[in-house]
């Protein structure tokens, strides 16, 4: 049994070129229940150079350390290295406001990360198996989902491999009771607090009771769908390069060339975090400018008919100085001081008088807040808010705070690459000319 165990374990990591065994090391998830175990085990037995991560949540008592102690005594008998951390989840909790069960699954892929990072890991590999596979689909047709949520939890993602979910647990139960090796079991996954524990323990037992093949068939339906998503994928794949270019989506071109629009920007947008209650929102906010929607790592802003998707760094930007002598370079623009200007320059470049750098005054650069105003080139001494000025030109909600600010003294100078203030503008006084040009790469949008 162990070896055909092994075996089918082995060739399904092949299959779908999960691990390498000369791609160095494989982190793997250790809870100490019988699933991490036996992942573990076979995973060392056929040569994978493993080390175990151990997360310890102290949610259960003296049960949580008794399964820090297995981990360790395991990992000690066969000679493999352990990672261990502890987590306070209740302060997580309470920084967060995410539910206990989503404060534990972000703690342990964030270290996961760390982890694979600091080993320069291949992959973080999970226990995942059959009846995982089975659960994760029911409670998402549930939930309600489309074909890729019925097709249960795919061999592999950005964040780790499932090498499991070609076996069953009775075959995991089977495969330990033949190698001899223990387990612990978590009290709390027998009990029907988590709605996968409800179909666990309540729904699929009472299935099996009418339907005895019904592990079969279900593992069936889901490798069916798995291999139905990864053709829509492929068709999705071709349309995306008919409609999104690059950062953005045309939403006329999604129009004339489809015609499922809002199954189509769902299926796009998705790779990016968003669900399908949002991409809905997006499109019927198709004709809307300045409408944003976060998926959490990305931002995606209506404009004029378009869609620009962006990273969502949250980045809060501070003030930096910078150096305002003519032949100097910083990585926002260029200094240099010039006999003449260039009438038919673009707002990537700027002239002051300089007299702007007497007196020792001190620039910096920041971001946008709300409330900031200027005096723009060409207003004679009017103020103007700067969110106007973005509006006047139709810059995206999205970019406003991703554009730096040139300020002397507080006061805004240029809105850099947009528009210049009329403070310190070339007059016929003027006795010596400074050059401002936009480094755009660095302010490319």
Known sequence: MGCGFENKVSDYIREHNLLSKDGGFVIVALSGGADSVSLLLVLNDLGYNCIAAHCNFHLRGEESNRDQK????????HGIKLELIHFDVEKRVKETNESVEMACRSLRYDWFEVLKKKYDAQALATGHHIGDNIETMLLNIIR??????????SPKNAKRVSPLLCVSKSEILAYLQECGTGYVTDSTNMKSEFKRNIIRNEILPQISSYFRDSEITLTKTVSNLRE???LLQEYISSLKE????????DFTALISKTVHHKAVLYHILSQYGFNREQTD?????RNETGKIFRSGNYSACTDRGKLIVKPDTNEVHEEVY???????????FDITEVPSINIDCGPD???????????DPRWTIRYWRDGDKMCPFGMKGKTKKISDIFSNAKIPSIYKKKIPLLLRNDEIIWVIGVKASDKFRITNTTERIIELRQNCNKNSQ
């Open 70 to 77: 297995f981990a360790e005594e395991l990992c000690k008998k």
């Open 281 to 285: 929102s997006i499109f019927n906010a």
């Open 242 to 249: 008919k409609i999104m270019t690059d950062d953005t989506v």
């Open 144 to 153: 309600g989902t489309g074909i890729a949520g019925a097709a249960g939890i």
């Open 322 to 332: 910078v150096e305002m002598t003519p032949g100097c370079k910083n990585e926002y």
């Open 349 to 359: 470049v700027i002239y002051i008088d300089s007299k702007a750098l007497e007196g």
């Open 228 to 230: 139905d998503n990864d």
